[in-house]
Structure formats: structure tokens, C-alpha cells
């Protein structure tokens, strides 16, 4: 057996509009991040590169078709879940709707709410569960609209 048999390469998406970023929170009965916000994200599938997956899991995850516009950051980590640890690759992407449109936006059931955010709302206590590394990088993008 694997010294890493639950590894993985993910993705997550930051998209952008109107210069506010989506921030989802993840539903209670989901195995990872449960009640945490997020942004729109996922496991690549094997034989998909990171740039198919990001389009695929916000198509997914909020029904919006989405366009790189740059790779934000890609960083390795070791995390759990509540019944085992799991190994990443994570890309992170900003990406945003194709052709400005959002009309065809909803959020899937591994979410249970959603807000738009400017760069003076990420600073809210309420979004204080987003990962340390991942705000980071919302608030450097956020900073430089």
C-alpha cells in the first residue's frame, strides 16, 4: 500500500464579478469543511488536467460557465476529514463568468449559502472559517481591483 493512498490533485475557483468574489459555504452534512466557507472547489479527475477540472467544478458546483483569467497560487497540504487524512495539490484559479453572466447561477447541494464579497466584507467575522492561506489570496486579488 501507498505511504499516501489518499492523494489527490484539486482545484478552486475564485470567481470573479463586478469586483466582488463568490464565497460558498459548505453544508453541514458534507465530509470536508462542513458549516466552513469556501469558494467553489474539488478533485480533479484522473486524466483531467487542473484547468478542465476548475471549469467542470464550478459548472458543478454553482451552474455558471466560467474563463481563466490567471492561476492564482498552487500549494501542497496534508488535511482530515472526519475519518481519514487526505494529501493535495491545490491550484488555485481566478476565474470568471463567460460573458459576464450569472443568470444561470445556483448553488448545488454541497452548499447551504453564498455571498458576494468586496474587498471590506472579507474582513467579516462571519467568513472567519475561510482557510487562513485561501483568504489570503482573495484579499490580495480583492486588493488589486
Known sequence: MSQYPNYRISVEAIILHHNKI??????D?????PGMWNVP??????EEIPIEAIVREAKE???LEVELIKELNVRAFKGRTATEDFYRVMFTYLVKPKHGDISSFRLNDEHSEY??????????PR????????????T??????
Open 41 to 46: 472547489a474539488g478533485k480533479a479527475k484522473y
Open 61 to 63: 458546483e454553482t451552474s
Open 22 to 27: 463568490l464565497l460558498t459555504k459548505r453544508a
Open 115 to 124: 455571498s458576494w464579497v468586496d474587498k471590506h466584507e472579507i474582513n467579516d
Open 29 to 33: 452534512h458534507c465530509s470536508v469543511g
Open 140 to 145: 490580495g486579488v480583492l486588493n488589486s481591483l
Open 127 to 138: 467568513y472567519d472559517s475561510l482557510h487562513p492561506n485561501l483568504k489570503q489570496i482573495i
